[in-house]
């Protein structure tokens, strides 16, 4: 799997990541599309290590969701079992591993600025990070997908699993949306892409 990873992410970055990435006991697979995650790390019975990344990701979003993961099993190496999944190992972690691909040869100039801030202080996914998310959704393949914040008050939209709702208003940092089946609210992150139904 190594070998293919040219074709996921930056080319400038794969000398690198290949560095990373040379034990024998860790093992990589791209899966297809899951809609609540990019990827993840388990410690597997046998004593390999395997990550798992989205094969619909675009190379820079799948170079970070590697190296995040990467930081997950240097982090279980160096710290064992008992530390918190994106607790303070995992985060100085991340930091490290992360600072030598954030220069211009592997991520455009732009996103830079935005990168360095996130890793400030990473989050358990960088969706959270809402300028950053939208920054690196540019270079993902066209879709008919709208994000929430672009979505006006009592349109009806529906989120992958088919739920449909009605946008109410924005609260602070979230939107307040009503499921339509059930009534029930929903508070929605700024960058959660929805299909726009119709407006009201």
Avoid at 14 to 27: G, M, P
């Amino acid at each position: 799997m190594q070998s293919k990873l040219i074709h996921y992410i930056p080319e400038k970055a794969l000398s690198k990541v290949l560095k990373l990435l040379d034990h024998d006991n860790l093992v990589i697979k791209v899966k297809g599309e899951r809609k609540t995650k990019h990827g993840d790390y388990r410690a597997l019975p046998n004593g390999k290590h395997q990550i798992t990344i989205n094969a619909n990701l675009n190379k820079y979003r799948f170079l970070i969701t590697l190296i995040h993961e990467i930081a997950h099993f240097e982090a279980f190496q160096n710290y064992g079992r008992q530390i918190k999944p994106h607790g303070l190992e995992w985060k100085r972690t991340f930091q490290h591993l992360m600072l030598p691909f954030l220069n211009p040869e592997i991520f455009p100039n732009h996103l830079l600025p935005l990168l360095a801030n996130h890793f400030k202080n990473p989050k358990a996914s960088s969706d959270t990070d809402v300028k950053l998310a939208l920054s690196l959704k540019q270079y993902d393949a066209p879709n008919n997908k709208t994000y929430i914040f672009e979505v006006a008050p009592n349109t009806i939209f529906k989120i992958y699993n088919g739920k449909m709702f009605k946008m109410l208003k924005k609260r602070v940092k979230r939107y307040e949306c009503v499921e339509i089946e059930t009534g029930k609210l929903y508070l929605f992150n700024p960058n959660a892409e929805v299909e726009v139904i119709k407006n009201k």
